[in-house]
């Protein structure tokens, strides 16, 4: 599949499942389910650091959605009970961001770099035509990928052993970190320590984009998909407004 396919679908993929319903949720789990239990063993340990470290982003919208939505309470003699409502609006949000989790780590653990960044570069061609340069969105597009691209390295599996490089050097900084904490809290105020830790961090990370070296980076030939690839995000329009449409029905 053409890259610039891969990502308008995704587009489509992603615009229905954040704004639909169960039965959307129910489409969207049956057409990703498939490329995990089909695909490379990588894509699932990718979606499953992915999911590990939004935790406690997952947690805290389920909270929000337990205890300040209005509806009927779950347990009626306690004044603070979490309500049928909130759960279950809770559980969806976080089904939706589970999905959309699997279906962008899915789409850049299946697309090389140069292909993406491509199709990137053509879905942003629309914007020279009101005077935007895309060519320097897309350059600052492969800054970002090559440092996201140096992360998934350090923490995926290569030949079957986990990297522990960077686990070993995440140990030693938070050691190095407790120290300086502390040391700050032994003899400055707690607020004048956090002031001069964060003035220090901005510090060091100007510093480190001041002598960074200018490199030549050289952006990939643009290339149109095929004609009847775009069949496919048409189809996934078609099955999401079907079953919207018959959602609605049985709703009615």
Known sequence: MHPVIKIVSFLVFGSAVS????QILLAGISLVLPLYIFGNNIH????????????WLFISILIVYLFFTPGQLLWSDVVWS???EGLTQGLLRVAVLVLLVAAVNFLI?????????????????????????HERLAVRITLTLEEVSQIRKNHLYEGG??????????EEA??????VASNLKETEPKLLAIAG?????????ITAAETAPVREI??????????????????????????????LKNYL
Do not use: Y
């Open 19 to 22: 704004m639909g319903d169960g």
């Open 44 to 55: 699932l340990r990718g979606a499953l650091i992915m999911l590990k470290r939004l935790k």
């Open 82 to 84: 979490p309500t049928v």
């Open 109 to 133: 653990s299946s697309t090389e770099q140069d292909d993406f960044l491509s199709a990137i570069l053509w879905c942003l061609r629309p914007l020279s035509f009101v005077g935007l340069a």
């Open 161 to 170: 052993d986990e990297l522990k490089h960077s686990e070993l050097q995440q």
């Open 174 to 179: 938070n050691n190095a970190a407790s120290n």
């Open 197 to 205: 830790t964060a003035n220090r961090l901005f510090q060091s990370v």
């Open 218 to 247: 050289s952006l990939p030939e643009e290339s149109s998909p095929p004609v009847h690839q775009w069949l496919i995000p048409l189809l996934l329009i078609t099955l999401f407004a079907v079953v919207k449409v018959v959602g």
